[in-house]
């Protein structure tokens, strides 16, 4: 089983730049969601989904989109990226329907904007 | 919204040793609690979960951990550890009182097994 499946694992852009990570799922999980890990802070949450066409601001949105046309992908929009925008990126899908109710993450993107 | 705080950022324990890190979480009324391990430069993955039921709860590698309501904490145990149990450990609540169910982080725990 893929799970979810991240690309790229590595990204470097330079102050300004936009690009897509990318984020699939073959679940079925209604909930997708975008953390970024920074050390000391954890993991923080950016945008998530419910379900296809709908979408919200966790606690970091400034600076990225996001939208979920079908139930399996979910990418992550940087605009214009800047340095504080270096990072570790991770998706996670999730369903609210036990037993299974934990999140699975993909294997995370490592991006450095210099 | 929930809120979940992990009282040590570090814990360094000597191997064969017993360790117990700590996680107490905001209130609400029903909540799914988890544990996760993330080894270096890998991603996330689960150690245990508390849906219902037992308040003690057993994960993979001999890790367990105790719900308690009351406390409102999570605290996840190994009655011996092993240098392999080295990495960063997460502690995480997702409401099902009618949010969202998007699990919420504590900042982690990086537990760190000498020989």
């Known amino acids: 089983n893929a799970g979810v499946t991240q690309t790229p694992k590595f990204q470097v852009l330079k102050t300004g730049q936009s690009m897509t990570l990318q984020c699939a799922q073959d679940?079925?999980?209604?909930?997708m969601s975008w953390y970024r890990q920074d050390p000391g802070m954890g993991l923080r949450l950016i945008h998530y989904?419910?379900?296809?066409?709908?979408?919200d601001q966790g606690e970091v949105p400034n600076g990225y989109n996001v939208s979920r046309s079908t139930t399996e992908d979910f990418p992550l929009r940087l605009l214009s990226a800047a340095p504080s925008q270096t990072s570790v990126y991770f998706c996670?899908?999730?369903?609210?329907?036990?037993?299974?109710?934990?999140?699975?993450f993909g294997q995370g993107t490592r991006l450095t904007v210099v | 919204a929930q809120s979940v705080t992990q009282l040590d950022s570090q814990v360094p324990v000597f191997e064969e040793a017993p360790v117990e890190l700590r996680c107490n979480y905001s209130?609400?009324?029903?909540?799914?609690l988890f544990w996760y391990v993330q080894y270096p430069n890998q991603g996330l993955q689960l150690l245990l979960k508390?849906?219902?039921?037992?308040?003690l709860v057993k994960g993979i590698n001999g890790f367990e951990a105790e719900f308690n309501k009351s406390q409102t904490s999570f605290h996840l145990r190994k009655p011996s550890v092993h240098i392999s149990d080295t990495a960063e450990y997460f502690c995480?609540?997702?409401?099902?009182?009618?949010?969202?169910?998007?699990?919420?982080f504590g900042r982690g725990t990086s537990l760190i097994v000498h020989p």
């Open positions: 996670a899908s999730s369903t609210q329907y036990p037993p299974s109710t934990e999140a699975f």
């Open positions: 679940m079925n999980h209604e909930y």
């Open positions: 209130s609400s009324v029903s909540v799914y």
């Open positions: 989904s419910v379900g296809a066409g709908i979408t």
């Open positions: 508390y849906l219902s039921g037992s308040t």
């Open positions: 995480a609540v997702s409401d099902q009182s009618g949010g969202s169910y998007i699990p919420t």
